[in-house]
Each structure stands twice: as structure tokens, then as C-alpha cells.
């Protein structure tokens, strides 16, 4: 069974960049399907990026289009987010998340898709 445990999170200012981490233990993290979530105080918890197994296929909500990039390093067993431009919205605990894909051509973009999640990091975007 695979443990996702994520890092990164901080207090920093609007429009700044910061990358999160999710190392992945018990598990080939390239084998699965990848997504982040994010939940912000008295909200349901969203949908940030997802990144499917094996390829390069990436979907990304519209609220992050074109400023976050998720990507992985296999070799480090690693999944990231790179935020950059972050604004207030922003704010939120953000968690990892993994599952065994259907195919491996699929990206999966709901919370009940995955099997797998981190405990979360806290991302604070202050203005």
C-alpha cells in the first residue's frame, strides 16, 4: 500500500512562486495516476492538477491554468507542484493523491477516483 506524505507549504506573499513536494513510500509512484487537491477553510475539498502514469498527459482546474505546473522525478519517487503567481485564493491545505489507473492514457480530476492520500501542507498566500 502505498504512503504519500506531502511538503513545501508556507506563508508567502501574493504573486510569489513555491513548489510542493509528495514522496511516495511502498509504492512505484510512476505506475500510478497522480492528482492535487486542495481544500481551503469551510470549503469542499478541489481539484488543482492531475498527472497520468507512465506519459506526460496533465489536466489542470481553470482557477490554476497556466500558473501551476505538476510534474514528477521518478528516480526521486517524487511527485511536485510548482505554484507560481499565487494569489490569496490560493490559500488552502494542499494533498496529494494516487490511484491505480484504468488506463494509462487517463488523468482522473475527482476526489472519489483515488485510493491513496497525503496528510496535506498548509499554503498560506498572505497580501
Known amino acids: 500500500q502505498v504512503q504519500l506524505a506531502e511538503s513545501g507549504g508556507q506563508v508567502v506573499q501574493e504573486g510569489d512562486s513555491l513548489r510542493l513536494s509528495c514522496v511516495a513510500s511502498?509504492?512505484?509512484?510512476?505506475?500510478?495516476?497522480m492528482g492535487w487537491f486542495r481544500q481551503a477553510p469551510g470549503k469542499e475539498r478541489a481539484f488543482v492538477a492531475a498527472l497520468n502514469a507512465f506519459g506526460g498527459i496533465a489536466e489542470y482546474a481553470d482557477s490554476v491554468k497556466g500558473r501551476f505546473g505538476i510534474s514528477r522525478d521518478d528516480a526521486k519517487n517524487t511527485l511536485y507542484l510548482q505554484m507560481n503567481r499565487v494569489a490569496s485564493d490560493d490559500t488552502a491545505v494542499y494533498y496529494c493523491?494516487?490511484?491505480?489507473?484504468?488506463?494509462?492514457?487517463?488523468?482522473?480530476?475527482?476526489?472519489?477516483?483515488?485510493?491513496?492520500w497525503g496528510q496535506g501542507t498548509q499554503v498560506t498566500v498572505s497580501s
Open positions: 511502498g509504492g512505484t509512484l510512476s505506475s500510478f495516476a
Open positions: 493523491a494516487a490511484r491505480h489507473p484504468l488506463n494509462y492514457g487517463l488523468t482522473y480530476a475527482t476526489r472519489s477516483d483515488y485510493h491513496y
